[in-house]
DNA sequence: GCGTTGCTTCGGTTACGACCGAAGTATGAA
DNA sequence: TTCATACTTCGGTCGTAACCGAAGCAACGC
């Protein structure tokens, strides 16, 4: 009953509205500057500027100065998942009032997730990847001799990615499809091997577009019903 | 940038002190009674009567009326896993003054996270498995073929497990050791094994206090350098 | 029936913290 | 140097929500 004040202090922390918006903003892995947060989340600069010295305190987000901007970012990819195994516990608490404008459509579709492929997208590339044997393990998530050679054609350095302190596969749980999409140093090297092909591109926010052939080529390659 | 709020909404209810300790309080997966709760977060009932109907509406917690009492549980074991890895990013927050009273040096070698074992012990027990190829993963395990005879033999039922919609390894980040412990319906199991055997029992709140000879044999089977 | 226990609801107080305006500091441009 | 931009710090206002005392229900025992 002593942890309790220890939840609290980051609870408190992810409590407030502008904070909670400023951490949504830096979901996408992005730097942004004092400013850009403050109107992300709807407050003056000095408000976000208080924020930020709070989420800066508790390590949250690291601050890094360059000229006279100060660019914030999410301090690690471990903060960004609890954040979105919080939206998950939101999604049961019903708070998610299921607003189905044009822009949450898009965010449903395909996101990014810190720094690697969420949404219906993102779900439908870790199912593909299963039902093709590239990736096995239900819940905990295995990279299969297949799969290492897939996606070493595919573009990936599979070498450089397994020497790293990063998990390679990540099962990462998606608020949207209440289903896992892959995480991890693989799924952000398969993003970032989308955006080189050119097969989608990250619009503003976290919202990722595909072009109409990149879907094509994304759903021949790894949604086996398409 | 729109879906701050719903962070807020369940950060908002974890960040106070007072709603935090009810939490922890039920982190052993146990039930409480309104009372109970009051006491374990140093507020009033009425106090806490409010706050349980809160983190009730949010579908945080699942009540059951017995008589004149109410029995509050937490709603489910994701819920205490989402809590548990807050506590991992209050760790990195600085916001663990290193409190190192008797009580808490029990709760750092063997407490119970929501029904699985949790602490020094939660991590030697996955240690050991894996050095003794039981369980297989660096962070997303897989049960061996050894493992399956091994816990077969310690009297676990896994094809009743692996029916279960659960999963049954499941890395936990345990927040006071910063390593994985083993969660998942196998850990629970392992768990309530031990207890059976009476290698350990579990004391108030969520310590668990193994016996000298139950240390002795949980640790020839399950600690290698031992 | 009566009293007791366990809990909820109501009302009023209080305190904490989010917020912005204004002033202050630092970096860069002219 | 002077001005502009990006940000931080200070001070004061205002709302929200946590809190408890008191009263109201509901379940059980006698």
Redesign the pocket.
Known sequence: MKEGPVIASVG?LLG???RANILSALMDGRAL???ELAEAAG????????????LGAANLLT?EKQ????YFRLSGPDVAQVLEALMGLAQRTGATRVRTGPRNAALRAARVCYDHLAGERGVELLNGARQRDYIAGDEQLVLTDRGRAFFGEFGIDLARLEKGRRPVCRACLDWSERRSHLGGALGAAILSRLLDKGWARRDSGRVVTFTGQGLGEFRSIFVPSA
Chains 1, 2 share one sequence.
């Open positions: 408190a407030d509205p502008a500057t004092v400013s407050v003056t600069i000095q408000t976000a500027s208080g924020h930020l010295s709070k601050a000229g006279r901007h100060r």
